[in-house]
């Protein structure tokens, strides 16, 4: 089932994401993390699957899982929403 995020990109329609994942810069910079980490971080923060952002990135779903296993090594955290929840409460 594809989310209402991905359809719009798929459709050729702008996907905001949540305005709070603006916040990301500071906090991502002071953990380290890589541009594409960060990406990939504010699309599942947005909602969508592993799935979806693979096909908006133009990669393969082992690639978004790898760099979301990326984010939880280095934010030490066990799963996404924690990783989400840290970078927010920590910018």
């Known amino acids: 089932m594809m989310t209402n995020a991905a359809r719009r990109v798929v459709v050729g329609q702008a996907w905001d994401a949540p305005a709070n ?28 699957t592993a799935t979806a952002a693979a096909a908006i990135l133009g990669v393969t779903e082992a ?21 989400i929840t840290k970078l927010l409460t920590a910018s």
Request: no cysteine.
């Open 21 to 48: 994942v603006e916040m990301f810069g500071a906090a991502a910079d002071r953990f380290g993390l890589s541009r594409r980490e960060v990406e990939v971080l504010r699309l599942s923060a947005g909602g969508l």
């Open 63 to 83: 690639t978004i899982k790898f760099h979301l296993a990326g984010v939880r090594k280095k934010l030490r955290v066990r799963n996404t929403a924690e990783a």
